[in-house]
């Protein structure tokens, strides 16, 4: 799996980008195309203008054309264009032969003799036209008049671009959706494949926290099988609360289990009341004491908050308080020193839990509330747990209106501050 992975991922790119590779050159191949069919148009509506000029100029001058050296003749020794036409005549050839050849563009022209005098001009037609004109000699090859037609079509610079628009917005389109599935199937792909290490990791954790009691309980029963443990009452007494307490151990860890599932298919039901904050953080604050003073720790509540009762669930609620502290009992490498404030946030009961633990960098501290996400402990060998207590803590406080948030630093503790609406 791990030498697939990355596999499909260069697999991908090279396709995606092979793709656009294509799709841009087909892009510059179509503009190249339509560049050479535009300027294949104005020569055709050029040549188009010459003839009928000259086939007009030998009707109205009555010659009779009988071969082709008869008409070069003609031509080469008499055609004029000042001599033979209108500006009218002029106006509506040009138009006409213009528009045949599928241009569309606004234009203006001039026709102007060997000594550059404008015999011609359309009213738009401004001097700086003639730097940049299309421009074609209607006098045939060594004719005794040499005059010239310059062409000037208003079309901005991106003329092609803009007759391809459709096309090219449409290819632009269709490769950032495919840019888009491919970001998209990547995403998927290390998603599920972080979703498979959580798996791996949640397997061995839950592995790990039940074979220890079911190893207890074990050698509980065994030691009350043995003929000198059944006779004493007082052992049978210790091995039964043994095995009790063990059996309690895992039926938690089985409920945190369900109890995660729960809140994910959002069957949780809240029993919303009116709660003394205060009371219940000295609750458990009580619960946990025996716990600090075994590692030697403290514990401070600085129950400042004038206004302390919370509209929640009692049970929740308390969950809340004792996932927080147990997160910092577990996280503290030496002595505990844990310290409980509360103040009022506007609305809101403020619960601020300080720890002097191990702290945490800025990218755990962005996962720490993921389901079965466990902060690496460095020297710390012991913590155990499923990775849910926090996620727990978040989206119970969301789900009583409240929220949680994180300060943390490697090695300068972690503090945890929780949000709860006020009656």
Do not use: C
Request: aromatic share 10%.
């Amino acid at each position: 799996m791990k030498k697939v992975f990355p596999l499909i991922v260069v697999l991908i790119t090279l396709s995606v980008l092979g793709i656009i590779f294509i799709q841009m050159s087909w892009i510059r191949n179509a503009i190249d195309l339509r560049t050479q069919q535009h300027d294949q148009d104005i020569a055709t509506a050029v040549q188009r203008i010459k003839d009928e000029l000259y086939a007009k100029f030998l009707l109205n001058e009555g010659w009779i054309v009988t071969d082709e050296n008869s008409r070069t003749f003609f031509l080469q020794n008499y055609f004029s264009i000042q001599k033979g036409f209108t500006k009218t005549e002029i106006d509506d050839i040009i138009e006409q032969n213009i528009r045949k050849s599928n241009i569309r563009e606004e234009f203006d022209y001039a026709i102007i003799d060997i000594y550059r005098n404008p015999l011609f001009i359309s009213e738009g037609f401004r001097n700086e036209y003639f730097s940049t004109p299309i421009t074609t000699l209607l006098s045939p090859d060594n004719s005794l008049y040499r005059e010239t037609l310059y062409l000037y079509l208003h079309e901005d610079r991106n003329y092609i671009l803009r007759k391809m628009g459709w096309m090219i917005a449409g290819s632009i389109l269709f490769t950032t959706i495919i840019i888009s599935a491919f970001a998209l199937t990547v995403r998927t792909l290390f998603t599920q494949k972080k979703l498979s290490e959580v798996k791996s990791d949640f397997i061995n954790n839950m592995t790990h926290e039940l074979k220890t009691p079911l190893a207890t309980i074990s050698l509980a029963i065994d030691a009350l099988t043995n003929e000198k443990v059944i006779r004493d009452t007082e052992k049978i007494k210790y091995y039964s609360g043994m095995i009790k307490d063990e059996n309690k151990r895992m039926n938690k860890q089985v409920e945190k289990i369900l109890q995660a599932a729960r809140i994910e298919r959002q069957e949780i039901k809240l029993n919303l009341q009116h709660l003394n904050g205060h009371e219940i953080i000295r609750k458990v604050a009580d619960n946990l004491s025996l716990q600090i003073q075994d590692k030697q720790g403290s514990l401070t509540l600085k129950l400042a908050a004038q206004r302390h009762e919370v509209n929640a669930d009692e049970v929740h609620f308390s969950n809340i308080i004792f996932n927080l502290l147990d997160n910092a009992i577990k996280y503290s490498s030496d002595q505990p020193r844990i310290e409980v404030e509360t103040f009022n946030h506007g609305t809101m009961l403020a619960i601020k839990v300080k720890d002097n633990g191990i702290g945490m960098n800025k990218e755990t501290q962005a996962r720490i509330f993921e389901k079965f996400y466990r902060a690496h402990t460095g020297n710390l060998h012991n913590v155990k747990g499923f990775g849910l207590g926090l996620s727990y803590v978040k989206a119970m406080a969301e789900e009583h209106g409240g929220k949680v948030k994180v300060e943390s630093a490697p090695g300068k503790g972690s503090t945890f501050t929780v949000f709860f609406p006020l009656v």
